[in-house]
């Protein structure tokens, strides 16, 4: 018991880095100590779901079933988990709604029973679950979180979870899981064996460099959130916006083979990217 509990504080820093460095690419230097205490705990939280829902052994839905009722606990009582701890100051302090944090445990456990989506219309819903509630909670950290400028998030969201899911094609196909739409598949003659060859067809490429479209589309259209928005809510929203515009880069530079390796985008670009939406 006392291993366990000495190891609970490394695993929650350990998430918590990997949450920063996905997520925190330009804005956190600007931010203040708070707003990015804040958005740490909120991003540990949902790279904690995310790690039950993927890596975690044993049953994931008890686990996920149990930890949604460790979350009532973070707004009702006293939670047990580390993070859900450091997380609670947060929701009580800024008044947090629970719905979004529902729906990111929700996503995964559709992770569990759901393993492709038919349609794009299915994966804009799953999305739906999985992404768009983060940036819904951000916008209520900086105390902005209007239904009209949720709405446009809710595109930023969207976009950015798709360009990730083209990124990870690879290792998501790995664990049985294939998030391109079946019926995108058909449409550009990629059959679903494909996804496990060492370097994607000029089939698959054509679906990825697709769906990489529409993500910017999205990106465009959510991207007037940042004009709606003041300080460093702005700021912070650009670098989103910025890092999916970025992402798309590094897709097209790799020419859209998402099997050779997973492409990435550099600091400079996204910077690069972010700055171009504030101005």
């Known amino acids: 018991m006392r291993a366990a509990t000495a190891a609970a504080p490394t695993a929650e820093e350990a998430i918590l880095e990997r949450a920063g460095t996905e997520n925190f690419s330009v804005a956190p230097v600007l931010l203040g100590r708070a707003t990015?205490?804040?958005?740490?705990?909120?991003?540990?939280?949902?790279r904690l779901v995310d790690e039950l829902g993927d890596e975690a052994e044993g049953n994931r839905l008890a686990l996920l079933d149990r930890?949604?009722?460790d979350l009532g606990r973070a707004f009702?009582?006293?939670?047990?988990?580390?993070l859900l701890?450091?997380?609670m100051p947060t929701i009580r302090g800024l008044r947090l709604p629970r719905a979004p944090f529902l729906r990111l445990i929700e996503a995964n456990r559709r992770d569990?029973?759901?393993?492709?989506?038919?349609?794009?219309?299915?994966?804009?819903?799953?999305?739906?679950?999985?992404?768009?509630?983060?940036?819904e909670l951000v916008l209520h950290v900086f105390g902005a979180a209007t239904a009209d400028r949720i709405a446009l998030s809710d595109r930023v969201c969207t976009a950015l979870q798709i360009l990730e899911h083209l990124q990870d094609v690879?290792?998501?196909?790995?664990?049985?899981?294939?998030?391109l739409p079946a019926e995108d598949l058909a449409r550009f003659g990629v059959e679903s064996d494909d996804l496990a060859a060492p370097q994607a067809s000029k089939e698959l490429r054509a679906l990825v460099a697709f769906e990489t479209a529409r993500a910017c589309a999205l990106l465009e259209e959510g991207g007037v959130l940042v004009s709606r928005l003041r300080g460093l809510a702005r700021v912070a929203v650009a670098g989103y916006v910025?890092?999916?515009?970025a992402t798309a880069d590094a897709l097209a530079a790799a020419r859209f083979d998402v099997l050779g390796s997973t492409?990435?985008?550099?600091?400079?670009?996204?910077v690069a990217r972010t700055l171009r939406v504030l101005v």
């Open 36 to 46: 990015r205490s804040h958005l740490r705990a909120i991003y540990g939280f949902a």
């Open 67 to 69: 930890f949604e009722e």
């Open 76 to 82: 009702d009582g006293t939670p047990e988990h580390p």
């Open 85 to 87: 701890v450091r997380l």
């Open 112 to 135: 569990q029973l759901v393993a492709r989506y038919e349609t794009y219309e299915e994966l804009l819903a799953y999305c739906d679950l999985s992404a768009n509630p983060v940036g």
């Open 170 to 179: 690879a290792e998501d196909f790995a664990r049985g899981r294939i998030y």
């Open 242 to 245: 910025g890092g999916g515009l």
């Open 263 to 270: 492409p990435r985008s550099g600091r400079i670009r996204r």
